[in-house]
């Protein structure tokens, strides 16, 4: 009845990896992306960004993106919807991704297909998708047509091993929705667990809002310790040594598009400071943090400084929220000679949004050369050989190690320290 067995709208970070090993274990699945460079991009059998363990399925160009709903919408059995769910300046959901997609799809639906919305939502969107979709169409769902919430739960840079290893939440309102999600989810997860929208939509929040806070209190933790002249790190590795009730996070940069957003669709609900309010204001805080209390060390006006990494976590390639650039306008502020960022997973122009030009990104030996102070802003793997480097060619300049990449349990020291002492982890 159907050509295909599912087309993912939005073929992003989350949808292209979902497509591609759906087709991997045999669905027949196509895509929709209105990102023409997108399109070419996975048309032509290439990564348009890097996710490990999908260069070699994608190559096969077997999985291919469309520009219009209308060339394979109609002969879809299923349609998963990826797109993005940002918040708005102000602290609330923007929904128009999903308004955008529904609008689109609308035409071309039709009666026995499935709807399954997989993009992270604040609480009641399911509702108000199944609300749209019964005021648009002339179908019933539950009856016509199907629909279910089916959350993505991967980290980036693991989708390939967790799309077939984590459980998958999937969320209906009648049986006949949440059987049709979970045969198609059951062909990568290995267990499904059924729930009702509203569910199924907060245990997605509440899995990236836990973890936003946990890294809020490993920061906060930082702080204090750092109150009291004691080592975060050593406390931190003597908390959680051996003992089972405690799981103490490193302190580190902690934003991307996924846990700075999706505390905000919880939060948008309530009018009081709360506990995820403050989470947010702690890593927020982060970059400040930095560059004051190096400041009580080192001198950043008038010097050369270089900050190591500008995604927003390691060995990505993904800048999207990364708490990085907020770090160097901190910087900049205290009208260093020179702001140097290098990171070797970016291209050699580096387009932020909120820069009015492309940045340069530095080779990481240019970049470190002569510097005065560095930043080492995101824990790309290779960077603790990069600061024994710097150790041995400028022994004295500063460096502010919140991801403790040096080795040596402490976030702010001179360079040469790494060659003398002992690395700890
Ligand atoms: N990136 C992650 O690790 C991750 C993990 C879990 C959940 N999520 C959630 O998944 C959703 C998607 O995130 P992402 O990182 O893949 O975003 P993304 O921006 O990488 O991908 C979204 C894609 O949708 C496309 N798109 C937008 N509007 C469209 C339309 N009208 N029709 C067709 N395509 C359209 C965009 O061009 C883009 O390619 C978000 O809700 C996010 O919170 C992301």
Same mark, same amino acid.
């Given at each position: 009845?159907?050509?295909?067995?599912?087309?993912?709208?939005?073929?992003?970070?989350?949808?292209?990896?979902?497509?591609?090993?759906?087709?991997?274990?045999?669905?027949?699945?196509?895509?929709?992306?209105?990102?023409?460079?997108?399109?070419?991009?996975?048309?032509?059998?290439?990564?348009?960004?890097?996710?490990?363990?999908?260069?070699?399925? #994608?190559?096969?160009?077997? /999985?291919?993106?469309?520009?219009?709903?209308?060339?394979?919408?109609?002969?879809?059995?299923?349609?998963?919807?990826?797109?993005?769910?940002?918040?708005?300046?102000?602290?609330?959901?923007? @929904?128009?991704?999903?308004?955008?997609?529904?609008?689109?799809?609308?035409?071309?639906?039709?009666?026995?297909?499935?709807? @399954?919305?997989?993009?992270?939502?604040?609480?009641?969107?399911?509702?108000?998708?199944?609300?749209?979709?019964?005021?648009?169409?002339?179908?019933?769902?539950?009856?016509?047509?199907?629909?279910?919430?089916?959350?993505?739960?991967?980290?980036?840079?693991?989708?390939?091993?967790?799309?077939?290893?984590?459980?998958?939440?999937?969320?209906?309102?009648?049986?006949?929705?949440?059987?049709?999600?979970?045969?198609?989810?059951?062909?990568?997860?290995?267990?499904?667990?059924?729930?009702?929208?509203?569910?199924?939509? @907060?245990?997605?929040?509440?899995?990236?809002?836990?973890?936003?806070?946990?890294?809020?209190?490993?920061?906060?933790?930082?702080?204090?310790?750092?109150?009291?002249?004691?080592?975060?790190?050593?406390?931190?590795?003597?908390?959680?040594?051996?003992?089972?009730?405690?799981?103490?996070?490193?302190?580190?940069?902690?934003?991307?598009?996924?846990?700075?957003?999706?505390?905000?669709?919880?939060?948008?609900?309530?009018?009081?400071?709360?506990?995820?309010?403050?989470?947010?204001?702690?890593?927020?805080?982060?970059?400040?943090?930095?560059?004051?209390?190096?400041?009580?060390?080192?001198?950043?006006?008038?010097?050369?400084?270089?900050?190591?990494? /500008?995604?927003?976590?390691?060995?990505?390639?993904?800048?999207?929220?990364?708490?990085?650039?907020?770090?160097?306008?901190?910087?900049?502020?205290?009208?260093?000679?020179?702001?140097?960022?290098?990171?070797?997973?970016?291209?050699?122009?580096?387009?932020?949004?909120?820069?009015?030009?492309?940045?340069?990104?530095?080779?990481?030996?240019?970049?470190?050369?002569?510097?005065?102070?560095?930043?080492?802003?995101?824990?790309?793997?290779?960077?603790?050989?990069?600061?024994?480097?710097?150790?041995?060619?400028?022994?004295?300049?500063?460096?502010?190690?919140?991801?403790?990449?040096?080795?040596?349990?402490? #976030?702010?020291?001179?360079?040469?320290?790494? @060659?003398?002492?002992?690395?700890?982890?």
């Amino acid at each position: 009845m159907f050509e295909y067995d599912v087309c993912i709208i939005g073929t992003g970070r989350v949808g292209l990896p979902l497509g591609l090993s759906l087709m991997d274990v045999g669905v027949k699945a196509t895509g929709v992306d209105i990102d023409a460079t997108m399109r070419e991009s996975v048309n032509e059998g290439r990564m348009p960004f890097h996710e490990p363990g999908y260069d070699e399925i #994608i190559a096969r160009k077997e /999985f291919k993106v469309h520009g219009s709903p209308a060339d394979v919408v109609p002969n879809s059995a299923a349609l998963v919807i990826t797109v993005g769910t940002p918040l708005h300046n102000h602290i609330e959901t923007d @929904l128009s991704q999903i308004q955008r997609v529904l609008t689109s799809l609308c035409p071309h639906l039709r009666k026995g297909q499935t709807v @399954l919305l997989r993009s992270t939502v604040a609480p009641g969107t399911t509702s108000y998708v199944k609300k749209w979709l019964e005021r648009n169409t002339d179908m019933v769902v539950g009856k016509d047509i199907l629909l279910a919430f089916c959350p993505e739960r991967i980290a980036e840079g693991l989708a390939h091993t967790e799309l077939r290893s984590l459980p998958q939440i999937v969320g209906g309102e009648d049986e006949q929705s949440v059987e049709a999600a979970a045969q198609l989810f059951g062909r990568l997860a290995p267990e499904i667990l059924k729930t009702d929208f509203i569910t199924a939509e @907060l245990v997605k929040l509440f899995n990236n809002i836990s973890r936003y806070i946990n890294f809020a209190v490993a920061n906060q933790f930082a702080l204090i310790a750092d109150d009291f002249g004691a080592n975060i790190y050593e406390t931190r590795r003597l908390a959680n040594h051996d003992y089972p009730r405690c799981n103490l996070a490193m302190p580190g940069f902690t934003a991307g598009t996924c846990l700075r957003k999706d505390f905000g669709m919880i939060n948008e609900w309530s009018a009081y400071p709360d506990m995820l309010l403050s989470a947010w204001k702690m890593n927020e805080f982060t970059p400040a943090m930095l560059v004051d209390q190096l400041m009580k060390r080192a001198k950043i006006h008038d010097s050369r400084v270089a900050v190591l990494g /500008f995604s927003f976590k390691a060995d990505t390639d993904d800048i999207r929220d990364s708490l990085v650039p907020k770090l160097c306008r901190y910087i900049e502020r205290q009208l260093p000679m020179e702001v140097r960022i290098t990171d070797h997973n970016l291209p050699e122009a580096i387009h932020e949004p909120s820069a009015s030009t492309p940045l340069r990104n530095w080779a990481v030996s240019d970049a470190l050369e002569d510097v005065d102070c560095v930043f080492v802003a995101t824990n790309h793997t290779g960077y603790h050989d990069v600061l024994v480097e710097l150790g041995k060619n400028r022994p004295n300049a500063w460096v502010a190690d919140i991801w403790n990449v040096g080795g040596i349990d402490q #976030i702010f020291y001179k360079a040469g320290d790494l @060659l003398n002492s002992e690395v700890t982890s």
